[in-house]
């Protein structure tokens, strides 16, 4: 397991937070309000940010930045979040 600096963990944790508020800030002032993109339903709840293109796939295949990339994650419903990554969470 690599280790990190503080500093280091607290500047991603900030890149996280702000491509995740610029992401749902876009579809708030597109749409009025928050939705899951794979089902169109605003009760798909929890709304989060979600990688188009998974970190772990990315990393594997060299393109590290899409880690990054407000243009790689997209508002999803956590349960459509779930079966899109075959996770059973609940």
Same mark, same amino acid.
């Given at each position: #397991? $690599?280790?990190? =600096? #503080? ?10 937070? &702000? !491509?995740?508020?610029?992401? #749902?800030?876009? %579809?708030?002032?597109? !749409?009025?309000? /928050? ?6 339903? /605003?009760?798909? %709840? +929890?709304?989060?940010?979600?990688? &188009? &293109?998974?970190? $772990?796939?990315? $990393? ?8 990054? =990339?407000? $243009? /790689? #994650?997209? +508002?999803?419903? @956590? +349960?459509?979040? %779930?079966?899109? !990554?075959? @996770? /059973?969470?609940?």
């Amino acid at each position: #397991m $690599k280790l990190i =600096s #503080m500093t280091e963990y607290v500047l991603k944790i900030a890149k996280e937070r &702000i !491509d995740y508020e610029v992401r #749902m800030e876009d %579809q708030r002032e597109a !749409d009025g309000y /928050n939705f899951c993109i794979t089902c169109g339903r /605003n009760d798909c %709840q +929890p709304v989060t940010c979600a990688h &188009i &293109i998974s970190v $772990k796939e990315a $990393k594997e295949t060299g393109r590290t930045e899409l880690c990054w =990339s407000v $243009k /790689n #994650m997209v +508002p999803e419903g @956590l +349960p459509c979040h %779930q079966k899109r !990554d075959k @996770l /059973n969470l609940f």
